[in-house]
Nanobody
Framework: QVQLVESGGGLVQAGGSLRLSCAAS????????MGWFRQAPGKEREFVAV??????????YHAEPVKGRFTISRGNTKNTVYLQMNSLKPEDTAVYYC??????????????????WGQGTQVTVSS
């Protein structure tokens, strides 16, 4: 069982920045893939970014709407993942969720690819 706890959400003006953190505990291993999703009211949960391992090399992938503005990274302890969000836009407003899954073939980008989820943290960007 893996527990994920997000923090760092809040209210920010358009153009501002926020940094989300996710701490994993429980039965988690260093090579877990960890990622971020978001869900706006009335919309489906969508992929934001993910970090995966191949051997001892870590790879990062970002969704097109956030490329160049958001950056996912892993902490030194490897059981933490961050999402640095810059140049925020009102359309980034959503509940942001941290997710984790054991390594598998391919890059996990769909909610069904993950089996552990945090409770979510609200990000609101005002215009």
């Amino acid at each position: 069982q893996v527990q994920l706890v997000e923090s760092g959400g809040g209210l920010v003006q358009a153009g501002g920045s926020l940094r989300l953190s996710c701490a994993a505990s429980g039965r988690i291993f260093d090579n877990y893939a960890m990622g971020w999703f978001r869900q706006a009211p009335g919309k489906e949960r969508e992929f934001v970014a993910v970090s995966t391992w191949s051997g001892r090399t870590i790879y990062y992938y970002h969704a097109e709407p956030v490329k160049g503005r958001f950056t996912i990274s892993r902490g030194n302890t490897k059981n933490t993942v961050y999402l640095q969000m810059n140049s925020l836009k009102p359309e980034d407003t959503a509940v942001y969720y941290c997710a984790a899954v054991l390594p598998r073939v391919g890059v996990p980008r769909h909610p069904a690819d993950f089996d552990s989820w945090g409770q979510g943290t609200q990000v609101t960007v005002s215009s």
